[in-house]
């Protein structure tokens, strides 16, 4: 019952003009709200009655979520949230990050032009903010602008092959499901700027060490997750 209830305050009749994006905001709000929880089979026919739509959207909203990574399908078992990240699997996530993403604010100092120094410098002048509201709609603009400025670091370092390794690794939705560290906008919106301003100077060595110094503290911000949360007891398949 007590989920029922869940699942009704966050769910709302998709608007017609924008169904497929109205859908997939909707669904994706339940699995980061832990409403459809983690490793849960996803009852496609249910959500199309509970949204008042057709199935259609609800399996086009299911691909693009598998492609975040935040559900999975399997041949004849349908789809399947995905498990929270392990504290392993945390680990190596932000080992990973700091060896992409420190090279890559790096190449991003090297390779930007005039143009990309301007927007890069717009990006970290425009504050992340949590906006007031419950669960993950108190936070969705501050992960979607978050997820930006990473992305454009790596747009600006010139490898199409390092952005993509970057965006495959769904990060900020990983953790953002995982926890969400309170108070975290304001430290974050300081570290983008410093990165920033390294990359407006030209510097390799100081975005670098910026963006490490950034994902080293995010990680920090994060770890508190691993004692509110239990240990999830299935592998995780990739980040």
Not at 50 to 79: C, F, N, Q, W
Not at 136 to 145: D, E, Q, V
């Amino acid at each position: 019952m007590a989920q029922q209830q869940a699942r009704e305050g966050r769910l709302r009749p998709a608007r017609r003009l924008t169904l497929a994006e109205d859908v997939y905001e909707s669904i994706k709000t339940l699995v980061m709200d832990h409403i459809l929880p983690p490793g849960e089979r996803v009852n496609i026919d249910a959500l199309a009655r509970e949204l008042d739509v057709s199935p259609t959207p609800v399996r086009e909203a299911l691909a693009r979520l598998e492609a975040d990574g935040l559900v999975r399908k399997r041949p004849l078992s349908g789809y399947s949230t995905t498990p929270l990240l392990s504290r392993a699997e945390f680990d190596d996530l932000f080992d990973v990050r700091l060896l992409l993403e420190g090279a890559t604010a790096g190449r991003a100092a090297t390779h930007a032009s005039a143009k990309e120094r301007q927007r890069i410098s717009a990006e970290a002048g425009a504050n992340i903010d949590v906006e007031a509201g419950d669960g993950y709609r108190r936070h969705a603009a501050f992960t979607t602008l978050d997820t930006k400025f990473h992305d454009l670091i790596a747009e600006i370092a010139g490898s199409p092959l390092l952005r993509d390794s970057i965006t495959r690794l769904h990060s900020h939705l990983h953790l953002h499901r995982l926890y969400f560290p309170p108070n975290g906008a304001p430290d974050t919106n300081i570290e983008h700027q410093r990165i920033a301003a390294a990359i407006i100077a030209g510097d390799s060595r100081a975005a670098t060490d910026a963006m490490r110094a950034h994902l080293t503290a995010a990680r920090e911000r994060h770890l508190p997750a691993f004692d509110r949360l239990p240990a999830p007891t299935a592998p995780h398949g990739s980040v």
